[in-house]
T-cell receptor, first 110, second 112 residues
């Protein structure tokens, strides 16, 4: 089992819709969770961090964390074509190392 | 504000040649520094991290090495490149007890 798992996609949504990106992790002691956005050919950019169960909202982005289910998600409201990118889930586990999933590719069509 | 630089941006090298990639951070002191590699279609792999000058931890056995000669400078090296060393090399930093990591623009390395 991979430490951090994401569906590779692509996830296709129409402009204006809600995009829902999901991630599961295997290390139960994980305490810190991050979402990075990576445009093709570019480096990852941190867009959200979440440390407590529940929801955290920042503009059009909402991160959701459920530690009991070992599940973290990212919702993007009012999706725009400029949101088309690969979204990487990352988790700091018991060894205090940041472990990345392989990413979900999001395509937002006009 | 903090800024992280990497150079070169792209590099094409023959198999067996040496490698030196440089990363510098501005606007912060005593950062934690990281080298990652992202191979085509694969996730980010942590190669090295450093919590201070001269302190290097290696995550995976390979023909790469890292050094931190100054507080805000991190260098990735190889004496002889392999085809499998091709990839997107990313330097990242985090500050003190902060858990977030921030990435530089990356170096795309092609070994032929």
């Amino acid at each position: 089992q991979k430490e951090v798992e994401q569906n590779s996609g692509p996830l296709s949504v129409p402009e204006g819709a809600i995009a829902s990106l999901n991630c599961t992790y295997s290390d139960r002691v994980s305490q810190s969770f991050f979402w990075y956005r990576q445009y093709s050919g570019k480096s990852p950019e941190l867009i959200m961090s979440i440390y407590s169960n529940g929801d955290k909202e920042d503009g059009r982005f909402t991160a959701q964390l459920n530690k009991a289910s070992q599940y973290v998600s990212l919702l993007i409201r009012d999706s725009q074509p400029s949101d088309s990118a690969t979204y990487l889930c990352a988790v700091i586990g018991g060894f205090q190392k940041l472990v990345f999933g392989t990413g979900t590719r999001l395509l937002v069509s006009p | 504000s903090q800024t992280i630089h990497q150079w070169p941006a792209t590099l094409v090298q023959p198999v067996g040649s040496p490698l030196s990639l440089e990363c510098t951070v501005e606007g912060t002191s005593n950062p934690n520094l990281y080298w990652y590699r992202q191979a085509a279609g694969r996730g980010l792999q942590l190669l090295f991290y450093s919590v201070g000058i001269g302190q290097i931890s290696s995550e995976v056995p390979q023909n790469l090495s890292a050094s931190r000669p100054q507080d805000r400078q991190f260098i990735l090296s190889s004496k002889k490149l392999l085809l499998s060393d091709s990839g997107f090399y990313l330097c990242a930093w985090s500050g003190g007890q902060a858990r977030e990591q921030f990435f530089g623009p990356g170096t795309r390395l092609t070994v032929l």
